[in-house]
């Protein structure tokens, strides 16, 4: 089971980054796709989901009407678009299959490898 993050980089603050997370090993139909994001000294947090099957989505409000997540089932692949970025969005960013909608850490049953987000002032 993997899941292989990319996207990425660095950014000036007010610009933009897609994240992408390519899922392989296992069928994920089943589940739930999120993104969760830790900054330095700080908590993992969750950021956003959507269910592979129905599409649904679910977000944190600091990444609500600035962030989307969408998936492509073809390419087993979530994208999360990331727009107004700001320096405090700054963070490695998590890919992580989980069983339930809700933003729950300990939801989580795979986790991707982190893709690091630098946004400057």
């Known amino acids: 089971v993997q899941l292989q993050a990319s996207g990425g980089g660095l950014v000036q603050a007010g610009g933009s980054l897609r994240l992408s997370c390519t899922a392989s090993?296992?069928?994920?139909?089943?589940?739930?796709m999120g993104w969760f994001r830790q900054a330095p000294g700080k908590e993992r947090e969750f950021v956003a989901q959507?269910?592979?099957?129905?599409?649904?989505?679910y977000y944190a409000d600091s990444a609500k009407r600035r962030f989307t997540i969408s998936r492509d089932n073809a390419k087993n692949t979530v994208y999360l678009q990331m727009n107004s970025l700001k320096p405090e969005d700054t963070a490695l960013y998590y890919c992580?299959?989980?069983?339930?909608?809700?933003?729950?850490?300990?939801?989580?049953?795979?986790w991707g490898q982190g893709t690091q987000v630098t946004v400057s002032s």
């Open positions: 992580a299959a989980q069983s339930s909608f809700g933003g729950r850490i300990d939801s989580v049953d795979y």
């Open positions: 090993g296992r069928t994920f139909s089943n589940y739930v």
């Open positions: 959507i269910s592979w099957s129905s599409g649904s989505t």
